[in-house]
Nanobody, 122 residues
Framework: QVQLVESGGGLVQAGGSLRLSCAAS????????MGWYRQAPGKQRELVAG???????NYADSVKGRFTISRDNAKNTVYLQMNSLKPEDTAVYYC????????????????WGQGTQVTISS
């Protein structure tokens, strides 16, 4: 099994930045696509950003130009750099990793971290 541990969440003022990290351990050979999702109270979990094993990325329209996903395969770690944060970004952020290199498959076959709270004050 793959274990994922998120870190870097916290409370930050609107306009500020945070960098989330997610370190994978366990059966890391099965990891291809990785992604970041978020879930705000009363809302569905949504894909924020995804990245394939080769580094191709995709983002939710709401975060394009503000967030950057990256990965360090040697460290089995995926990052989410979040800039120009808005109160609407407040949510629990989860990372996911799975054997498919299609990001859309993560909710089906991927493993999930426990999540890290990101709170943006206005």
């Amino acid at each position: 099994q793959v274990q994922l541990v998120e870190s870097g969440g916290g409370l930050v003022q609107a306009g500020g930045s945070l960098r989330l990290s997610c370190a994978a351990s366990g059966s890391i050979f099965s990891i291809n696509a990785m992604g970041w999702y978020r879930q705000a109270p009363g809302k569905q979990r949504e894909l924020v950003a995804g990245i394939t094993s080769g580094g191709s990325t995709n983002y939710a329209d709401s975060v394009k130009g503000r967030f950057t996903i990256s990965r360090d395969n040697a460290k089995n770690t995926v990052y989410l750099q979040m800039n120009s944060l808005k109160p609407e970004d407040t949510a629990v952020y989860y990372c996911a990793a799975g054997p498919s290199d299609y990001v859309g498959a993560l909710p089906i076959t991927g493993s999930w971290g426990q999540g890290t709270q990101v709170t943006i004050s206005s």
